[in-house]
């Protein structure tokens, strides 16, 4: 080897260990941040000199090291399990918000459930029953009858604002969903650029599985690499990214309870978007004809029409006070609210026709409808909600648990560890001092050369 | 997958979580201890649940059967008191009968009686209009002020109808009298059977012939009387029951929906210890770290 090879040997050992520092340095800086893959340095070492002549000289030894290339330390598998136990923890989350939030609205089996207020109500009957001809009694039972139709009105306009937003919801993340995958589709393209131009892409496979990640987390699906290095993301089969083109989703439906909302392709409009994980699956689930907000709203309004009808058939017909005969009691309104009919307490029929001014049977007659199917109705209604929502908790924090089991395997493999990088820094700062060390003994030997004929 | 390589971040993570699962028991277990209420929703247990709204819905109708009970009981024992002094007229009456009907009395002595027999008549007309709650008990559904006509001693009320009240599961009762049948109305009530009797004593009419209806009438009022006796122990009977079913009802409810307090506060405690572990532990771990080794 010739001597001023010798000195290009100790820099590439001086450039080997600089370029160690400087990604140790990147690891470093960057163990904070979300998503980040640690990195490593891959080193190998230069080959001999080929032989060019007949007349060289080969020392047969090699020409130093170089690198040859930053190895990113990720596992695609892992990546993707934990972006699958996330989506899944994202939509069962939703589930379980809503059914908990229907069960606040009825707000059963407390003292301020329409179960309770309907008992006081009853018992407004029964005490009308006591005093006939008084006024107190008919006075404290419409206040009872208009409390329990408030409360089951408020219970309606609760339901709708909770369909409302989960449908605001619905639609956000679609939007974002196709930005999402509009980004992903303009990164693989420059992932691909600069792969072919043998660059290192490292970071910007860690911004493409943050992207997946937030993609996974709204529709669900997953992430699969193509031979040229860009990427395909399906949901349900069909692909919303495919290598540098991207797709979108559209919302169709949903305006109120009862009408279910549909996420269909754009570019094949009626297919359906086959979602199982994420936001937007967890939100079609709490906004299907059989989800908690349709089911609870169709009770509400079943519940009224029937508390409505057979009051009414019972003061129909019946004298009031004055003895004259009264009309219906309840009014279901044009958008299923209920309103109580009498105003002031003559108004309010209590007995039957042929029975004597001071006869009470109609008000103990309507006192009982409560034992009868009205009650069992809402009854079996909290008891289904109750079980439904138990059921998603559950699956909430089995999918929890899962999530966070997925996450701590990938962050095992791809977290930056600050002991590690620490002594690789140690260990790299040596190895500089060890080429310098070389390129002045190098330096030195060849000064006494060219000092020689002196 | 075991995990085989252990970082900071990993770490961090793990102390997070097990921090935030304790902070969350902790948090739950003090609500539960403070509200004193297990069943906060349905989902916490459903079957609980709909067991405590039949039971609330029983408790309702328990109360409301008590206020009946107590309104039938009075109803009763006004038209109780009513039949016992109208009965103690009419015994009255039969002994100055008796007394009026001996030839020996003379014109002074037979007005004297026929004045008092007036008396009962009017104070026994003043007792069937006897009222409870400003309602005349022996009226029927009748909102009139007066069941007899003080004038004439004809029924105002309304007849064939009955006043009830439910004083349990599917059990109504009857609570008033029937007018008519204990005092008769008009021309053949008892009444005016008092005022024909003082004016026979007057005029010297044959006032022994009487006897036998003064003994119809007191028959009628006995069998009203016994009557409203059997239904005031049937009342009787319902309020003890209503009272040991409320008891009964109570200590289901509490049963299904109320939290052991010492149970609540010793789940508090035993939390409190396992969170502040949780936390020291954490303290320590984080915190040793290779840079502080080094140099």
Redesign the interface.
């Known amino acids: 080897m010739s001597t001023l090879a010798s000195l290009q040997l100790a820099r590439t050992g001086i450039d080997t260990a600089r370029a160690g520092l400087i990604v140790t340095g990147q690891n470093i800086t960057n ?2 941040v979300a998503g980040y893959t640690r990195q490593r340095l891959e080193t190998s070492s230069i080959l001999p000199a080929a032989s060019m002549t007949a007349f060289s000289n080969p020392s047969g030894i090699g020409q130093g090291s170089n690198v040859s290339g930053y190895a990113r330390l990720g596992d695609d598998f ?1 990546d993707s399990q934990a972006r699958k136990a996330g989506a899944h923890a994202t939509s069962t989350r939703i589930v379980a918000d809503a ?2 939030s229907v ?2 609205i ?1 707000g ?4 301020v ?1 329409v ?2 207020l309907m ?2 109500m ?2 407004g009957w ?2 009308v ?6 006024t107190a009694p008919v006075s404290v039972m419409l206040e009872k009858s208009n409390t329990v139709a408030d409360k089951l009105n408020t219970g309606l306009t609760e339901l709708e604002t909770q369909w409302e937003y989960s449908q605001a919801q619905l639609k956000q993340g679609l939007e974002e969903t196709n930005a999402l995958a509009k980004q992903l589709a303009e990164l693989n393209q420059a992932i691909r650029t600069t792969k072919n131009a043998g660059g290192s892409v490292n970071e910007m496979l860690d911004q493409r599985s943050l992207l997946a990640s937030a993609i996974g987390s709204r529709v669900g699906g997953a992430m699969y690499e193509l031979a040229d290095g860009t990427t395909e993301y399906k949901v349900g089969g069909i692909a919303l990214v495919s290598g540098t083109s991207a797709r979108a989703m559209t919302l169709t439906g949903g305006a109120s309870p009862g009408d279910t909302p549909k996420v269909e392709w754009s570019h094949h409009p009626g297919v359906s978007v086959g979602t199982a994980e994420g936001a937007v699956a967890g939100h079609l689930q709490v906004l299907a004809s059989s989800g908690p907000i349709a089911t609870a709203h169709a009770q509400y309004k079943g519940f009224i029409t029937e508390l409505a009808t057979t009051l009414n058939a019972l003061h129909n017909g019946a004298l009031t006070s004055t003895g004259a005969p009264a009309g219906d009691f309840f009014q279901v309104n044009l958008d299923g609210r209920l309103s109580v009919i009498p105003k002031n307490v003559s108004e309010v029929a209590i ?1 039957s026709p042929g ?7 109609v008000a ?1 007659k309507i ?1 009982q409808l ?1 034992k009868g199917s009205l ?1 069992g109705s809402w ?1 079996s209604f ?2 289904s ?3 439904k ?2 059921a998603a ?1 559950t699956s909430f924090d089995l999918a929890v648990a899962t999530q ?1 089991g997925a ?3 990938q ?3 791809a ?6 990088e ?2 690789n820094l ?1 260990g790299y700062q040596r190895s500089y001092q060890a080429a310098a060390n070389v390129f002045n003994a190098m330096s030195e030997a060849l000064e006494l050369i060219v000092n020689l004929g002196r | 997958m075991l995990i085989t390589r252990s970082t900071t971040k990993t770490m961090a993570n793990s102390s997070s979580l097990g921090i935030q699962s304790n902070a969350k028991r902790l948090s739950e277990l003090q609500k539960n201890a403070i509200d004193r209420v297990r069943l906060t929703a349905p989902s916490v247990d459903s079957a609980a649940s709909l067991q405590v709204m039949n039971v609330k819905a029983d408790q309702a109708a328990s109360d409301q059967y008590a206020r009946n009970i107590n309104n039938a009981t009075n109803w009763l024992n006004t038209i109780d008191s009513s039949l016992t002094g109208s009965l103690d007229m009419m015994r009255r009456v039969r002994s100055l009968v008796i007394q009026g009907s001996n030839g020996s009395n003379g014109q002074l002595s037979r007005e004297a009686i026929a004045v008092e027999v007036e008396g009962i008549s009017a104070e026994l007309l003043k007792v069937a209009n006897s009222t409870y709650a400003g309602r005349s008990v022996f009226a029927g559904t009748s909102s009139g002020a007066q069941a007899y006509d003080p004038a004439t001693g004809v029924f105002n009320g309304n007849t064939g109808t009955i006043v009830e009240r439910r004083i349990g599961e599917d059990f109504t009762l009857r609570i008033d009298a029937d007018g008519p049948a204990t005092f008769g109305s008009g021309a053949g009530s008892a009444f005016q059977m008092l005022l024909d009797i003082a004016s026979d004593l007057r005029t010297g009419g044959p006032v022994s012939d009487h006897i036998v209806s003064i003994d119809d009438r007191m028959q009628a009022m006995t069998t009203t009387l016994s009557d409203v006796g059997a239904r005031a122990t049937t009342v009787a009977r319902a309020l003890e029951r209503n009272e040991s079913r409320k008891v009964e009802l109570e200590s289901n409810r509490s049963a299904l929906e109320d939290i052991d307090l010492a149970e609540a506060v010793t789940a508090l405690e035993f939390q409190n210890t396992y969170y502040q572990a949780a936390l020291g532990v954490t303290a320590k771990v984080l915190q040793t770290n290779l840079m502080d080794f080094l140099r």
């Open positions: 163990a904070d892992l059914f908990s069960e606040e009825t059963e089996p407390t003292s459930g179960s309770a008992q006081s009853w018992a029964q005490d029953t006591n005093a006939p001809g008084t007995a029975a004597g001014d001071l006869d009470t049977s103990d006192s409560g009650d009854n909290i008891g909600v109750g079980a929502s138990k908790l966070q996450e701590a395997r962050l095992s493999g977290s930056v560890d600050l002991d590690e620490n002594i140690l």
